[in-house]
């Protein structure tokens, strides 16, 4: 942030840019805290030999911090938009994670809030998506409409997921 606030207007320095600098990393190290159970299902996927990848788009603060959260040992992959220069739902970036991953598209599951259209976009790749709602409550309803539309499978709760990925 402070970076961007000296590109911005040039010569700015001082204790409020570090500030912001320090407010802005707080704000993104507690986006990357994980909700309850998502730990637990990662390592319940990783047990069964399942290869997961993240597929984010994000700004480049969250690969910088990545390694230093308790995710980065849980994904084989991940693939991060600011540092592709593509985010969801390029069909890039999903292609991206698949060559990573060495997987087929057919063969695998996209699993999103369909926040970006993400889930039209792994979908129009190949991939199988399932919709979780993180906080049912704040969901889009056009973004479930759209997967109960399509088939594709809703999970509510982060501890049904493991279940629905083996029925697919």
Known sequence: IAENLRAIVPGSSGPRLDEADRVYETFTRTSLMPKPGAFEVLDRLGERGIATALVTNCAPDVPDL?????????????????????????????????????????????????SDGELRGAADVGLRPVLVRNQPDLADPDVRAEAEAAGWPVVDRLDELPAVLQTM
């Open 66 to 114: 990545w390694e230093q959260t308790g995710w980065a040992p849980r994904f084989d992959v991940a693939i991060f938009s600011c540092s592709l220069g593509v985010k969801k739902p390029d069909p890039r970036i999903y292609r991206e994670a698949l060559a990573k991953l060495a997987v087929a598209a057919e063969r695998t599951a996209f699993v999103g809030d369909g």
